[in-house]
């Protein structure tokens, strides 16, 4: 495989509204990233991704633009995004932007025109269909569900028409068969790569090209709606589109992650096999399931994770991509809950050592590991008492939906506890001042988690062993020693497929082997390994407690343990 100079790289996700805030007014800014990059330098990071901070009328928190090229206020200005980039330079670190080009805002001017008439230069911009004959009179131009409750068609009185949206009803899709609409989003990116971003993140991107039919999707009792996924993930002419995007950027060092729910192996090695000249990597989300229901309830049932199909999705992924592709790899991000309290236990005494554990056993394996913001220091799920203290649209959609339907009040409180997306939003804790040391206001938009006096940032930097200085060698140990290159190239290999506490894998380069070994339960667990493998003359790479448990041939891996060797 061609090497890649983002091979080697760790990408750290900064969500901009709750990262640091510099100007005091409670959401966080550029300059507050800025004052942090000393930070980031510190714990090794080689790329920032950012969430949107286009000027926005901030429905979704920024995932929907009214301006692309614009920085929105109260994240501060182009000049500070000029100064940003500059800075992370200096500091060997990129900006990876996130590129929102699905949809728009409604306020977005495009959007503005298009909904005024059928026949202006906008009019085709957005999806727009006329109503379905229903047996009540019009309605929809099908059952569509949208990501954040109800209808995916919105009725607008002046066109007399609907159109598409797949998330709210103030995110209109874009029309991707516009030659003009993709031309814009050719010029957006133009503008931010001349800016010097080095990477996009592209939101949502594997449901660009939706089935010009928009068929219903089949079995759906009349008058409810599904999510019509068939008719637009990975659809029609994605790749022809996304050819056409990376064609911008050709023989520039720029690097690119798709986000790809419901993404399949097979299209992702379409997508990022390098020959074909679509994307770098792709977030699939397989894993993001293992904790989940069926569909339509589908992440808002709270379920223990399966730790066999968490196993067997990871390595199917790493088999998968081996060779023609490249992984990315997460734990969580903005969408989703705390690794912590999700894959690991965040409870004291385990907090600390199983988020040691999961940087482990991910750090490790094929692909771009992603670090999202809070992560490197273990923070934790929130549980506000009242509805009233969260902002996430999502999850307040969801909340009036399946009340309506009757489900109790404690039931909802319990899945957003479990899954909402505020769990990750809340404000990074910087110190044990009041916010974290997030910002001087008064209130901020969201509030910091109540634990923010135990876990924050200035306690583990003062801490050598805390979660904090653990990332950072996981990181320095990609980087730049000598299992770097099995590290970023070796192969995978899954042990111990059906044990149901250990995850153990090898990765192999030329003639080195490494070990993982990672238990994901607080019980301890004596392990014989396999005839192929041999502990003899295994050497400690790095591990989360102070000395192995290793004798003659068997490993004793205590609660949350865990280690990696070199093998001979
Ligand atoms: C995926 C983003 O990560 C999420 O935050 C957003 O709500 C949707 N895309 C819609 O843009």
């Avoid at 510099?22 to 510190?42: F, H, P, S, T, V």
């Amino acid at each position: 495989m061609e090497q890649q100079w983002w091979h080697k790289s760790v990408i750290y996700q900064v969500y901009p509204k709750s990262f640091y805030d510099a100007d005091g007014d409670g959401n966080g800014d550029i300059r507050g990233i800025i004052e942090k990059l000393d930070y980031l330098q510190e714990l090794g990071v080689d790329i920032i991704w950012m969430c949107p901070i286009n000027q926005s009328p901030m429905d979704d928190n920024g995932y929907d633009i009214s301006d692309y090229y614009e920085i929105a206020p109260e994240f501060g200005t182009i000049q500070e995004f000029e100064t940003l980039i500059e800075e992370a330079q200096k500091r060997n670190i990129q900006i990876m932007m996130d590129l929102v080009i699905n949809h728009t805002s409604d306020e977005h001017p495009w959007f503005v025109e298009s909904r005024k008439s059928a026949d202006n230069p906008y009019s085709d911009y957005y999806i727009w269909r006329d109503p379905k004959e229903g047996e009540t009179g019009p309605k929809e131009p099908n059952n569509w569900a949208s990501y954040f409750s109800g209808s995916a068609w919105e009725f607008d009185s002046n066109r007399q028409q609907y159109y598409l949206h797949l998330y709210s009803k103030k995110q209109p899709d874009l029309n991707w068969e516009h030659p003009k609409v993709r031309k814009e989003m050719q010029d957006v990116i133009r503008f931010w790569i001349e800016k010097g971003v080095k990477g996009f993140r592209m939101d949502v991107i594997n449901k660009l090209s939706k089935d010009q039919r928009f068929p219903d999707v089949p079995n759906v009792p009349e008058g409810e709606y599904a999510l019509g996924r068939p008719y637009y993930l990975d659809g029609p002419r994605i790749h022809e589109f996304l050819r056409e995007v990376a064609a911008v950027y050709e023989g520039k060092e720029i690097v690119t992650v798709g986000e790809t729910s419901g993404v399949t192996v097979e299209n992702a090695r379409l997508y990022t096999n390098p020959a074909r000249k679509e994307l770098d990597m792709v977030f699939q989300f397989d894993h993001m399931a293992v904790d989940a229901g069926p569909y339509p309830v589908g992440k808002w049932e709270v379920k223990p994770v399966d730790f066999l199909a968490l196993k067997r999705i990871m390595s199917h992924w790493q088999d998968g991509l081996y060779g023609i592709g490249w992984n990315s790899l997460y734990w969580s991000n903005h969408d989703q809950p705390r690794a912590v309290s999700r894959f690991g236990d965040d409870r004291e005494p385990y907090r600390e050592l199983s988020a040691k554990m999961l940087g482990t056993c991910l750090h490790f394996m094929q692909g771009t590991p992603y670090v999202y913001q809070g992560e490197e220091i273990g923070m934790t799920n929130v549980q506000f008492e009242s509805l009233d203290e969260y902002q996430d649209i999502e999850l307040l959609n969801m909340y009036k939906e399946r009340r309506a339907k009757g489900v109790s009040h404690d039931e909802l409180m319990r899945a957003i506890w479990a899954k909402g997306r505020d769990n990750a939003r809340t404000p990074m804790q910087w110190d044990d001042t009041g916010h974290g040391g997030f910002s001087k206001a008064e209130q901020t938009w969201l509030k910091v988690n109540p634990n923010y006096k135990a876990i924050n940032v200035k306690a583990q930097l003062e801490d050598p062993e805390s979660v904090f200085h653990y990332y950072k060698s996981l990181i320095q140990l990609r980087k730049d020693s000598p299992v770097s290159d099995v590290m970023v190239y070796g192969k995978y290999q899954l042990l111990l497929a059906e044990h149901e506490g250990v995850y153990a894998y090898t990765r192999t380069f030329e003639t080195d082997t490494l070990l993982v070994l990672c238990n994901f339960q607080d019980d301890t667990y004596s392990l014989a390994l396999d005839e192929v493998h041999t502990l003899q003359g295994a050497a400690p790479i790095i591990g989360n407690y102070s000395a192995p448990q290793l004798e003659g041939e068997t490993i004793v891996l205590r609660p949350y343990e865990a280690l990696v060797l070199q093998l001979t």
